[in-house]
């Protein structure tokens, strides 16, 4: 059963364009978001959060939508920049669940000078 | 602040073997996660130790275990390896408060031929 879903397993915008990346979960409990970006054969780097109580949150070029209703939450980079260029993951978690993070598959973003 | 270490970065081993593979959190973090990243897949929990009790369990074979140290440390040990085994092992850190970030390290790489 895949809790959180990325459906889109890769996207590819312009340089200075819009880059929205989608991400959906079934989990009820899920009270706390996070977004990854990885590059390969490392580790997941720490891009941003929400939590439920919120349903926006932003940090610099990143900014994070929660629609709990639909359960359904996006990452948006403005402007994009070829450096973002990785794998973008969708975390989700809640207190009952410690320190556990269940992920979504991945979307391979690319940005084109 | 130094950042989560794990050793080695490679590893090559036969099947029927078995690993070791080390974690250090970064100081003051008392959790620490295990993942395992395998081509095509997210990012799967396999457990978490905080205060060198395991925490939290993932969908894995017995033969995935783990420990934690006094110091945080955390050790993960996979026994009669299997094929399917290869994959990108990361280690992450946090307080362990819950519904916080963690922080990974860069992973080792384990291929079993």
């Known amino acids: 059963d895949q809790q959180v879903k990325q459906n889109s397993p890769s996207l590819s915008v312009q340089e200075g364009r819009i880059s929205i990346l989608n991400c959906d979960y079934t989990?009820?409990?899920?009270?706390?978001f996070l977004w990854y970006k990885k590059y390969p054969a490392e580790g997941p780097t720490f891009l941003i959060s929400?939590?439920?109580?919120?349903d926006k949150n932003e940090d610099g070029r990143f900014t994070v939508f929660l629609n709990k209703s639909a359960k359904h939450l996006s990452l948006h980079i403005v402007p994009s920049q070829p450096g973002d260029s990785a794998v973008y993951f969708c975390?989700?978690?809640?207190?009952?669940?410690?320190?556990?993070?269940?992920f979504g598959e991945g979307t391979q973003l690319t940005v084109n000078p | 602040k130094a950042g989560v270490t794990q050793t080695p970065r490679y590893l090559i081993k036969t099947r029927g073997q078995q690993v070791t593979l080390s974690c250090s959190p970064i100081?003051?973090?008392?959790?620490v996660s295990w993942y395992q990243q395998t081509p095509g897949q997210g990012l799967q929990f396999l457990f978490e130790?905080?205060?060198?009790?395991?925490?939290n369990k993932g969908n894995f074979p017995g033969r995935f275990s783990g420990r934690q140290f006094s110091n945080s440390r955390s050790e993960m040990n996979v026994s009669t390896l299997e094929l399917g085994d290869s994959a990108l092992y990361l280690c992450a850190s946090s307080f362990g408060q819950g519904n916080e970030k963690l922080f990974f390290g860069s992973g080792t790489q384990l291929s079993v031929l």
């Open positions: 975390a989700a978690t809640s207190w009952e669940y410690g320190s556990r993070l269940t």
């Open positions: 100081s003051g973090h008392r959790s």
């Open positions: 130790y905080f205060s060198e009790t395991q925490r």
């Open positions: 989990n009820s409990m899920f009270d706390y």
């Open positions: 929400i939590s439920s109580i919120k």
